[in-house]
């Protein structure tokens, strides 16, 4: 294939890319926004195959891994179920570094092979794209790798701190920077290979000190990471979808990064170099044992929505875990027959990841119109007959906004403590996933449902 043809249909590709961001920016034309990702990338895949064209008795190894990636990566996307989705996501992170430090070591390797120049003489931009691409690369691999065990609860979703880490992240980083520029004069593989460690290093210092309840940004900031090192990738390869694809991919991670830092109140700075979260845990820590809560029922429950003009549902992680999802439909279809208004609120970081309620309720085929953002809908509270919390834990917490000890402090959080009555679905008095007791449970207008959510909002249906 020609180089003009060639990048023509490369150009097409990157528009469906860019369409595909547009699409998935709304539930309502997110299925739409996948089918053009797909479309693209598949284009980017043919093309470069009929680009590339001499591979010999290598295409026959290409053609088989490819065929047995694609089919290990449809097996677990079939299987995988919503409550691991953000597990998911960061181990598919994980395997986007990997390849661009597969990729940049093969080709410090062999720079003839990619027309780079030769062993001990690479072209120096070519040098200085390889060693960025592998240094992000190698970062989003082991960032994504800790991500994935904290998300999994294989590794403590505490963050995990000691004296002086934020001063050995900045060493390592300007280490990093000042052996690239030795790399690119003395081109010794020695360097090379010291880069590449230190940047695994600097991926789990980096993640470590990151608590749970933030997790969810770190997924985008680890997606953004991802797109850059692919983009750095793509330089050196001369790869223009991927150049193309890498970009967008890393510049609508950061700036979704951004959105929600912005709408946690946190630094977008403290994000992107880790450790902010780290604050001392003990004195949001409360002996739950001396505090009186509000024990109730399904038909308790029941009776206060039926008889309620207003309800507001606030998903959580804990929704996603019993999959109820589709039983909340149900009981939101009975009370409406009943003339009760009744909207969700979605908090940006309820779940593990961006979106994470937002595709649970649209798989249950919840109406777009009655599905409101924190900033849209936290006001309503105070005329709100009814809260309905299920599964949401540390997004509803009150002490974000008293207690300036708190991990979570200067997060905004829905007030669902306004309404006049919560009706508080959770298997038991045990901390959400940032560690810290929530207040809320024990407010005289709450009333804790201990039971499964699914079994709980079932009960409650069959009570209506």
Same mark, same amino acid.
């Given at each position: 294939?020609?180089?003009?043809?060639?990048?023509?249909? $490369?150009?097409?590709?990157?528009?469906?890319?860019?369409?595909?961001? @547009?699409?998935?920016?709304?539930?309502?034309? #997110? @299925?739409?926004?996948? !089918?053009?990702?797909?479309?693209?990338?598949?284009?980017?895949? *043919?093309?470069?195959?009929?680009?590339?064209?001499?591979?010999?008795?290598?295409?026959?190894?290409?053609?088989?891994?490819?065929?047995?990636?694609?089919?290990?990566?449809?097996?677990?996307?079939?299987?995988?179920?919503?409550?691991?989705?953000?597990?998911?996501?960061?181990?598919?992170?994980?395997?986007?570094?990997?390849?661009?430090?597969?990729?940049?070591?093969?080709?410090?390797?062999?720079?003839?092979?990619?027309? =780079?120049?030769?062993?001990?003489?690479?072209?120096?931009?070519?040098?200085?794209?390889?060693?960025?691409?592998?240094?992000?690369?190698?970062?989003?691999?082991?960032?994504?790798?800790?991500?994935? =065990?904290?998300?999994?609860?294989?590794?403590?979703?505490?963050?995990?701190?000691?004296?002086?880490?934020?001063?050995?992240?900045?060493?390592?980083?300007?280490?990093?920077?000042?052996?690239?520029?030795?790399?690119?004069?003395?081109?010794?593989?020695?360097?090379?290979?010291?880069?590449?460690?230190? #940047?695994?290093?600097?991926?789990?210092?980096?993640?470590?000190?990151?608590?749970?309840?933030?997790?969810?940004?770190?997924?985008?900031?680890?997606?953004? $990471? /991802?797109?850059?090192?692919?983009?750095?990738?793509?330089?050196?390869?001369?790869?223009?979808?991927?150049?193309?694809?890498?970009?967008?991919?890393?510049?609508?991670?950061?700036?979704?990064?951004?959105?929600?830092?912005?709408?946690?109140?946190?630094?977008?700075?403290?994000?992107?170099?880790?450790?902010?979260?780290?604050?001392?845990?003990?004195?949001?820590?409360?002996?739950?044992?001396?505090?009186?809560?509000?024990?109730?029922?399904?038909?308790?429950?029941?009776? +206060?929505?039926?008889?309620?003009?207003?309800?507001?549902?606030?998903?959580?992680?804990?929704?996603?875990?019993?999959?109820?999802? &589709?039983?909340? @439909?149900?009981?939101?279809?009975?009370?409406?027959?009943?003339?009760?208004?009744?909207?969700?609120?979605? &908090?940006?970081?309820?779940?593990?990841?961006?979106?994470?309620?937002?595709?649970? +309720?649209?798989?249950?085929?919840?109406? $777009?119109?009655?599905?409101?953002?924190?900033?849209?809908?936290?006001?309503?509270?105070?005329?709100?007959?009814?809260? !309905?919390?299920?599964?949401?834990?540390?997004?509803?917490?009150?002490?974000?906004?008293?207690?300036?000890? /708190?991990? *979570?402090?200067?997060?905004?959080?829905?007030?669902?403590?306004? /309404?006049?009555?919560?009706?508080?679905?959770?298997?038991?008095?045990?901390?959400? $996933?940032?560690?810290?007791?929530?207040? +809320?449970?024990?407010?005289?207008?709450?009333?804790?449902?201990?039971?499964?959510?699914?079994?709980?909002?079932?009960?409650?249906?069959?009570?209506?």
């Amino acid at each position: 294939m020609s180089a003009n043809l060639s990048a023509f249909f $490369y150009l097409i590709s990157g528009i469906l890319f860019i369409l595909a961001l @547009r699409g998935l920016s709304s539930p309502e034309t #997110s @299925r739409q926004g996948n !089918y053009f990702g797909i479309a693209g990338m598949a284009i980017s895949i *043919i093309v470069t195959f009929l680009t590339v064209g001499n591979f010999g008795s290598g295409f026959i190894y290409v053609l088989f891994f490819l065929l047995i990636g694609g089919s290990i990566g449809a097996f677990i996307a079939f299987r995988i179920p919503m409550t691991a989705m953000p597990e998911l996501v960061a181990g598919f992170h994980s395997l986007v570094g990997l390849a661009a430090v597969f990729v940049a070591i093969a080709a410090f390797l062999k720079p003839e092979a990619f027309n =780079l120049g030769f062993t001990g003489n690479i072209k120096l931009a070519s040098l200085i794209e390889m060693s960025l691409g592998a240094s992000i690369g190698a970062i989003t691999f082991s960032g994504s790798i800790i991500a994935f =065990l904290k998300l999994r609860g294989i590794m403590s979703g505490a963050p995990i701190t000691f004296t002086g880490q934020h001063f050995i992240n900045l060493f390592l980083g300007l280490s990093i920077i000042f052996l690239i520029y030795y790399l690119c004069t003395s081109q010794s593989s020695n360097i090379f290979w010291t880069i590449v460690a230190i #940047s695994f290093l600097v991926g789990v210092l980096l993640i470590i000190p990151i608590g749970g309840a933030d997790m969810p940004v770190v997924i985008s900031m680890l997606n953004s $990471y /991802s797109g850059w090192a692919a983009a750095g990738i793509g330089f050196t390869l001369e790869n223009t979808a991927l150049i193309i694809t890498g970009a967008l991919v890393g510049s609508s991670g950061a700036i979704l990064s951004y959105i929600m830092c912005k709408g946690m109140n946190r630094s977008f700075f403290n994000v992107i170099l880790g450790g902010w979260g780290a604050t001392d845990q003990s004195s949001t820590t409360q002996n739950k044992e001396q505090k009186p809560v509000k024990n109730g029922n399904a038909d308790d429950a029941a009776f +206060l929505m039926k008889n309620a003009s207003s309800v507001i549902i606030v998903p959580g992680y804990g929704m996603a875990v019993a999959q109820a999802q &589709h039983a909340l @439909r149900e009981m939101v279809d009975a009370l409406k027959k009943n003339g009760v208004k009744v909207s969700y609120a979605i &908090h940006p970081v309820a779940g593990r990841m961006p979106g994470h309620m937002n595709v649970l +309720l649209a798989e249950a085929n919840v109406p $777009y119109d009655e599905v409101f953002e924190l900033e849209e809908i936290n006001n309503d509270f105070a005329n709100c007959d009814v809260a !309905y919390v299920i599964g949401a834990n540390d997004v509803t917490n009150p002490v974000a906004k008293s207690d300036p000890q /708190s991990p *979570i402090y200067g997060m905004p959080v829905l007030d669902v403590e306004k /309404s006049k009555s919560v009706l508080f679905v959770k298997r038991s008095l045990s901390p959400g $996933y940032a560690g810290i007791d929530n207040d +809320l449970f024990y407010r005289d207008n709450t009333l804790m449902l201990f039971a499964d959510a699914k079994k709980m909002t079932e009960e409650i249906v069959k009570s209506l």
